[in-house]
């Protein structure tokens, strides 16, 4: 019993990392969506899809319903933040330094709506930006003081509601859950591998002959 709790102790200490990593386009704001309707749009893709289909819709509903609930609960402990912002504090705090261009990468957006963010933040006195000695034409930015203890409160509330969905199983599910999901992320590696080594190198122009 001691190992399934180290695990889901293992568990709670990534889980903001992890959630973060996989970000997608959409990283602005959810539209809320009234249950009843949801509900039927459910029914009607359970009753016709495949299982593989299936776990990817859960998959994507999981991750959304996630950042609906952090930003909620945000809100309910009267923090004023986004998921976005939130996203973006969290990764500045890790990597102080980074610069806005690959931040935009890691969270998928275009790097205008990253800097909507950044400067946001600017504005709230959360993050500072520095000439970037790497490239002159870039700025890198980092975390405050006041940024980062907003960060944390807010890493309280997040990881609390990471926390609460696990309630609904047991340790062996959660940890046979992990391992379900390790052999299916082990599967795309796989692929991304071969796919690389069959990959045919461009042929090079021919030297003319003289």
């Not at 102790?9 to 990283?27: F, G, R």
């Not at 999981?62 to 952090?70: G, K, Y």
Request: hydrophobic residues 35%; positive net charge.
């Amino acid at each position: 019993m001691k190992n399934c709790d180290d695990a889901l102790n293992y568990t709670t200490d990534v889980n903001i990392s992890l959630l973060i990593s996989y970000q997608e386009a959409d990283i602005g704001p959810l539209r809320n969506v009234s249950q009843p309707v949801l509900k039927s749009r459910m029914k009607v893709e359970k009753d016709q899809e495949s299982p593989e289909a299936a776990i990817g819709r859960l998959l994507k509903n999981m991750h959304q319903s996630t950042r609906q609930a952090i930003e909620e609960s945000l809100r309910q402990e009267r923090i004023d933040m986004s998921f976005a912002h939130f996203v973006a504090l969290y990764t500045l705090a890790s990597e102080p330094g980074i610069a806005g261009a690959e931040l935009a990468r890691r969270a998928f957006v275009t790097a205008q709506t990253m800097n909507t963010i950044l400067h946001r933040l600017e504005q709230d006195g959360t993050i500072e930006r520095r000439p970037n000695p790497a490239n002159s034409r870039a700025d890198s930015w980092s975390i405050t003081k006041a940024g980062q203890t907003r960060m944390d409160k807010a890493r309280v509330v997040a990881e609390r509601v990471w926390s609460r969905m696990f309630e609904a199983l047991k340790t062996q599910e959660v940890l046979q859950l992990q391992r379900l999901l390790e052999r299916c992320l082990s599967g795309l590696e796989q692929q991304v591998v071969e796919l690389r080594a069959a990959k045919k190198p461009r042929a090079g122009k021919k030297k003319s002959g003289k």
